[in-house]
């Protein structure tokens, strides 16, 4: 890291995550070349058609070329294309996937080698693939809708469109990807249940009174969460049934065990006791309800349960501010009283936090029980959730009503469908149906899968065994798992990597070369991220390890691949300042610079757009400001509404102030204020009241008004 200009050097500020790239010692060359020769095995070891496999492919790891490697090589040993089907999770990623095997077969057709040494190998396969071609009549060039490269969901919706009454699964005239009226009108019926006379559903209308009165009777957030969570059924429809209260408290009670036992850890043994003795002393000089009266009969550390939370809590909030600071200053509101007798116990205190002060897993550690979850639920927060259990299973058959109706679907409903299709006895027929047609499945980006998904994949291959001919090759990087939020579990994937799929074992590959980046910027990310992610994976977590790269682009020597810029403490607009300096730095320096910025949101960029601008710095966005933040819209739509509806004061009163008019506020209060009984158009026709505006606002209004 190297100091701004201010000559502040931000290197002193011994940020956790600022880090200097590993020396290539001897040892870092050793293992750089183990790496490397490593990489080229698995590699090698990926083309072997007879094996099933999972490979973990970290980013630049140019896992796209060994998909396209792993497909070719099986092709060439199919007796038909459609055995050979090639999983991903956008129609984007699918086509390029699709148009990239066929652009290696069209490469394959000419008699020369690529130049490009890694397209040696692709060319060689596709070779055999076309001469598989050629022997059997697939005809590929003609029929290229023969090689089958889907999303996920595409597949789901084949499998459960092969039986239809076994899966139950109505036929649909489509599937829609904007399904949010639907959830809506489902959530709608629901609800209305409230005042239904039919005596079988009083019990669903007392849930729903239930509901309402615990969120204040705001019927239209009940509805909109409703709806919400039909949009996320796939993540509770498994999980409904006997509502267990032990069951869904052993995970909060679990979290709050292992977030006190992480205090226990970073807790240094030399503090206790004294910790131990001004809790009590803090306790015998609150109030009985403080936060701190837990302490009270502390005889000595308590133990690492969520049975003691409140004692541990308190403890937190003796050390801590609210804010998660160590404490510098200590009052009578946390037990010492400005007495003369306190002073000791005020020295005491003080010099417990600062031998404590750098102990930063310690700080955190306690901050951190204060967001841990209750242990238990309340009698409210139980009943509640008892409704909220009850009424989901009945929003979710109003919405197949409602698919129904409508002749739609959505892909949840679809791979549920699909996954059932697979299950039980039924199941095992449909899957040895779809034998004859799948012999090898390959899924990209494995990370990202649903456990809906996996469900489905895991049935599909239910009676693979290893030699039989069938195969799986599933790529992933659980460090990108990204899709948490529609319940993409990176726990999965390590659970195939440990015990693989159904009962097929998958051999693990680990790819490690890194084709995109500098040597720079990998050796930077392998001495950041091996402090920033756990040491070792865990499934239950979804914790997941660092893993190591090597970078093929040797030749690169740019001494900086990164520079810090630590911001402390500073505002939005100091930081577009700084990045707008950082880009003049950048365009000084090497004129000819592609620059790219990146932010992790879109509201992020509110400040630093219009530094950009108000610089001179031209840029290319794509989908980065709404239209609805553009005056002309706002113009545009404040005069829509005006056309639509006379009376709307508040639009016609806009459309006369945007540019096309640009009448001024005190125009525009003489016109219109005082008269809250005439529209602004009758307003405006009327001459008396035009001719009281300024000159330059009757001529304006003269000509707009026309």
Same mark, same amino acid.
């Given at each position: 890291?190297?100091?701004?200009?201010?000559?502040?050097?931000?290197?002193?500020?011994?940020?956790?995550?600022?880090?200097?790239?590993?020396?290539?010692?001897?040892?870092?060359?050793?293992?750089?070349?183990?790496?490397?020769?490593?990489?080229?095995?698995?590699?090698?070891? @990926?083309?072997?058609?007879?094996?099933?496999?999972?490979?973990?492919?970290?980013?630049?790891?140019?896992?796209?070329?060994?998909? !396209?490697?792993?497909?070719?090589?099986?092709?060439?040993?199919?007796?038909?294309?459609?055995?050979?089907? @090639?999983?991903?999770?956008?129609? $984007?990623?699918?086509?390029?996937?699709?148009?990239? &095997?066929?652009?290696?077969?069209? +490469?394959?057709?000419?008699?020369?080698?690529?130049?490009?040494?890694? $397209?040696?190998?692709?060319?060689?396969? @596709?070779?055999?693939?076309?001469?598989? +071609?050629?022997?059997?009549?697939?005809?590929?060039?003609?029929?290229?809708?023969?090689?089958?490269?889907?999303?996920?969901?595409?597949? *789901?919706?084949?499998?459960?469109?092969?039986?239809?009454?076994?899966?139950?699964?109505?036929?649909?005239?489509?599937?829609?990807?904007?399904?949010?009226?639907?959830?809506?009108?489902?959530?709608?019926? !629901?609800?209305?249940?409230?005042?239904?006379?039919?005596?079988?559903?009083?019990?669903?209308?007392?849930?729903?009174?239930?509901?309402?009165?615990?969120?204040?009777?705001?019927? =239209?957030?009940?509805?909109?969460?409703?709806?919400?969570?039909? @949009?996320?059924?796939?993540?509770?429809?498994?999980?409904?049934?006997?509502?267990?209260?032990?069951?869904?408290?052993?995970?909060?009670?679990?979290?709050?065990?292992? #977030?006190?036992?992480?205090?226990?850890?970073?807790?240094?043994?030399?503090?206790?006791?004294?910790?131990?003795?001004?809790?009590?002393?803090?306790?015998?000089?609150?109030?009985?309800?403080?936060?701190?009266?837990?302490?009270?009969?502390?005889?000595?550390?308590?133990?690492?349960?969520?049975?003691?939370?409140?004692?541990?809590?308190?403890?937190?909030?003796?050390?801590?501010? $609210?804010?998660?600071?160590?404490?510098?200053?200590?009052?009578?509101?946390?037990?010492?009283?400005?007495?003369?007798?306190?002073?000791?116990?005020?020295?005491?205190?003080?010099?417990?936090?600062?031998?404590?002060?750098?102990?930063?897993?310690?700080?955190?550690?306690?901050?951190?029980?204060?967001?841990?979850?209750?242990?238990?639920?309340?009698?409210?927060?139980?009943?509640?959730?008892?409704?909220?259990?009850?009424?989901?299973?009945? *929003?979710?058959?109003?919405?197949?009503?409602?698919?129904?109706?409508?002749?739609? !679907?959505?892909?949840?409903?679809?791979?549920?469908?699909?996954?059932?299709?697979?299950?039980?006895?039924?199941?095992?027929?449909?899957?040895?149906?779809?034998?004859?047609?799948?012999?090898?499945?390959?899924?990209?980006?494995?990370?990202?899968?649903?456990?809906?998904?996996?469900?489905?994949?895991? #049935?599909?291959?239910?009676?693979?065994?290893?030699?039989?001919?069938?195969?799986?090759?599933?790529?992933? +990087?659980?460090?990108?798992?990204?899709?948490?939020?529609?319940?993409?579990?990176?726990? &999965?994937?390590?659970?195939?990597?440990?015990?693989?799929?159904?009962?097929?074992?998958?051999?693990?590959?680990?790819?490690?070369?890194?084709?995109?980046?500098?040597?720079?910027?990998?050796?930077?990310?392998?001495?950041?991220?091996?402090?920033?992610?756990?040491?070792?994976?865990?499934?239950?977590?979804?914790?997941?390890?660092?893993?190591?790269?090597?970078?093929?682009?040797?030749?690169?020597?740019?001494?900086?691949?990164?520079?810090?810029?630590? &911001?402390?403490?500073?505002? =939005?607009?100091?930081?577009?300042?700084?990045?707008?300096?950082?880009?003049?730095?950048?365009?000084?320096?090497?004129?000819?610079?592609?620059?790219?910025?990146?932010?992790?949101?879109?509201?992020?960029?509110?400040?630093?757009?219009?530094?950009?601008?108000?610089?001179?710095?031209?840029?290319?966005?794509?989908?980065?400001? =709404?239209?609805?933040?553009? =005056?002309?819209?706002?113009?545009?739509?404040?005069?829509?509404?005006?056309?639509?509806?006379?009376?709307?004061?508040?639009?016609?009163?806009?459309?006369?102030?945007?540019?096309?008019?640009?009448?001024?506020?005190?125009?525009?209060?003489?016109?219109?204020?005082?008269?809250?009984?005439?529209?602004?158009?009758?307003?405006?026709?009327?001459?008396?009241?035009?001719?009281?505006?300024?000159?330059?606002?009757?001529?304006?209004?003269?000509?707009?008004?026309?």
């Amino acid at each position: 890291m190297r100091a701004d200009e201010s000559g502040r050097n931000d290197s002193q500020l011994q940020l956790p995550w600022s880090v200097e790239p590993a020396v290539n010692t001897e040892s870092g060359v050793a293992q750089e070349a183990a790496l490397s020769d490593d990489d080229t095995a698995a590699r090698a070891n @990926a083309l072997d058609v007879t094996r099933s496999f999972i490979v973990r492919a970290p980013a630049g790891s140019g896992k796209t070329e060994l998909l !396209t490697q792993r497909v070719l090589a099986l092709l060439a040993h199919a007796d038909a294309p459609e055995e050979v089907v @090639a999983i991903t999770f956008t129609r $984007k990623a699918a086509a390029e996937m699709k148009d990239r &095997l066929l652009q290696s077969l069209a +490469d394959a057709a000419a008699p020369d080698l690529p130049p490009e040494h890694h $397209k040696v190998l692709t060319f060689q396969l @596709a070779q055999r693939v076309l001469a598989q +071609d050629r022997e059997l009549g697939w005809e590929l060039a003609a029929n290229p809708g023969r090689l089958r490269v889907q999303t996920i969901d595409a597949l *789901a919706l084949w499998l459960a469109q092969q039986l239809p009454i076994t899966t139950r699964f109505v036929a649909v005239t489509q599937v829609t990807e904007q399904a949010e009226p639907l959830y809506s009108a489902a959530a709608h019926t !629901t609800l209305a249940l409230l005042d239904s006379s039919n005596t079988q559903d009083q019990r669903v209308a007392q849930h729903v009174a239930r509901l309402l009165t615990h969120l204040d009777n705001d019927w =239209p957030r009940v509805h909109r969460l409703l709806a919400g969570m039909l @949009a996320r059924r796939d993540q509770w429809l498994r999980h409904l049934g006997h509502l267990d209260r032990e069951a869904l408290e052993a995970p909060m009670q679990n979290e709050c065990s292992r #977030r006190i036992a992480r205090v226990c850890q970073a807790l240094p043994l030399t503090a206790v006791e004294e910790l131990m003795a001004m809790a009590r002393y803090a306790a015998g000089n609150v109030p009985e309800g403080s936060p701190l009266s837990p302490c009270a009969d502390l005889d000595g550390l308590p133990e690492a349960s969520f049975r003691r939370l409140d004692v541990w809590r308190a403890l937190a909030a003796l050390l801590l501010t $609210k804010e998660g600071h160590w404490r510098t200053r200590f009052s009578k509101t946390e037990g010492f009283p400005p007495l003369a007798g306190a002073a000791p116990f005020k020295q005491r205190i003080v010099a417990l936090t600062d031998a404590l002060r750098s102990n930063e897993p310690l700080r955190q550690a306690l901050h951190d029980l204060r967001e841990v979850p209750a242990p238990h639920f309340t009698a409210a927060q139980w009943e509640v959730l008892e409704s909220i259990v009850a009424l989901l299973p009945r *929003a979710a058959a109003e919405l197949m009503l409602a698919f129904s109706d409508a002749g739609e !679907t959505d892909f949840v409903q679809v791979t549920r469908a699909a996954a059932e299709a697979l299950a039980g006895d039924t199941g095992s027929d449909i899957a040895h149906t779809l034998d004859t047609r799948i012999r090898h499945l390959l899924i990209d980006e494995f990370q990202d899968t649903s456990i809906t998904q996996f469900e489905l994949i895991d #049935r599909l291959v239910a009676d693979w065994r290893p030699g039989d001919g069938r195969t799986v090759f599933v790529v992933g +990087d659980p460090m990108q798992s990204i899709y948490r939020f529609r319940e993409a579990e990176v726990g &999965l994937f390590l659970r195939a990597w440990n015990k693989g799929i159904a009962s097929l074992p998958l051999q693990r590959l680990q790819l490690a070369r890194n084709f995109r980046s500098q040597r720079g910027l990998v050796d930077w990310v392998n001495a950041a991220f091996v402090r920033v992610l756990p040491g070792e994976s865990d499934m239950a977590n979804g914790a997941v390890a660092f893993e190591p790269s090597v970078a093929d682009r040797s030749s690169d020597t740019q001494p900086e691949a990164v520079i810090v810029n630590a &911001l402390i403490d500073g505002s =939005p607009q100091d930081e577009a300042a700084r990045v707008v300096e950082r880009l003049h730095r950048i365009q000084a320096d090497e004129p000819t610079a592609m620059i790219a910025l990146l932010v992790r949101a879109r509201p992020h960029l509110s400040q630093i757009v219009p530094a950009l601008r108000e610089a001179g710095l031209k840029f290319t966005a794509v989908e980065l400001e =709404p239209l609805l933040t553009r =005056p002309i819209i706002c113009d545009l739509l404040a005069l829509t509404r005006a056309l639509e509806h006379l009376a709307d004061k508040v639009a016609w009163l806009a459309a006369l102030r945007a540019p096309w008019c640009g009448l001024t506020l005190a125009d525009l209060s003489e016109l219109a204020e005082g008269e809250s009984n005439a529209t602004v158009w009758q307003l405006i026709s009327d001459p008396v009241r035009r001719s009281r505006l300024t000159p330059d606002g009757q001529q304006r209004l003269s000509r707009v008004a026309a």
